[in-house]
């Protein structure tokens, strides 16, 4: 055999080989290392969270793929590595979020919502007469803790006092609040400054007959002694 023919079987066995070592890797695992590097932000709420469980099930799903294929496909290590960053991150953001639910609240306070214990209860009607509902008035004078967001005014530091509102639709859309759906803070230590997060505050319940400046006139005034962004997003 001529050195030509021996040189022409070698380099036809080597393309052979490098033909069939050639394997695909499945699109979905870069989309699992992209969500294992992106719920990173599950440290910093609920949308990094959900980005990991999501990750956790994409990397399944790759790993999965990758082992049916019996060895046509590459990425195997690629898929784990994915998926273990979405779980790990959804972990610890579950983790923080739980403990950050759990310590929250002061000492000797009460955790109510603001949607759903007062501004759902709204007003009781009896005999012609509008009146608080019994259940709101039954926090009247209590020390309770919970959370909402803070009416934009013209002083966005060192406030002594200001509106929380139970969710953020009046103050970003211009309308008027109802006045069930907000309540005078007034601080009673410290001050607070202008957020646009959702803020935590602690104090005793009262009723209000004051004006803001702004023209609004809510029912509920709270003194408060702790108000800070929320540390959950519960």
């Known amino acids: 055999m001529s050195v030509s023919a021996v040189n022409d079987q070698f380099v036809a066995q080597d393309l052979q080989t490098n033909e069939f070592d050639y394997r695909p890797m499945p699109v ?4 699992s290392m992209a969500l294992g590097v992106l719920s990173a932000s599950a440290l910093l709420g609920v949308v990094g969270i959900l980005i990991g469980l999501i990750g956790v099930g994409v990397g399944i799903s790759a790993v999965v793929t990758i082992q049916r294929g019996e060895g046509m496909y590459s990425g195997s290590w690629a ?3 994915g998926m273990l960053l979405s779980l790990t991150f959804a972990i610890v953001g579950i983790s923080s979020q739980v403990y950050a639910f759990q310590t929250e609240v002061p000492e000797g306070y009460r955790r109510i919502s603001f949607s759903q214990d007062i501004s759902a209860k709204g007003f009781s009607v009896v005999e012609g007469q509008s009146s608080l509902h019994p259940e709101v008035a039954e926090l009247v004078g209590q020390k309770i803790f919970l959370k909402g967001y803070m009416y934009p005014q013209r002083q966005t530091e060192d406030l002594i006092e200001f509106l929380l509102l139970k969710d953020t639709g009046e103050c970003c859309f211009g309308g008027q609040p109802s006045p069930t759906d907000m309540i005078l803070i007034q601080m009673k230590k410290g001050t607070a400054d202008y957020s646009q997060g959702r803020m935590a505050v ?4 009262a009723l209000t ?3 803001t400046p702004e023209g609004l ?3 509920y005034a709270l003194e408060a002694i702790h108000c800070e962004r929320s540390r959950s997003a519960f």
Not at 28 to 31: F, K, L, M, N
Not at 202 to 205: D, S
Request: glycine share 6%.
């Open 28 to 31: 979905i695992v870069p989309v």
């Open 79 to 81: 898929a784990w590595i």
């Open 202 to 205: 602690a104090g005793t319940l």
């Open 209 to 211: 007959r004051d004006t």
């Open 217 to 219: 006139e809510p029912v």
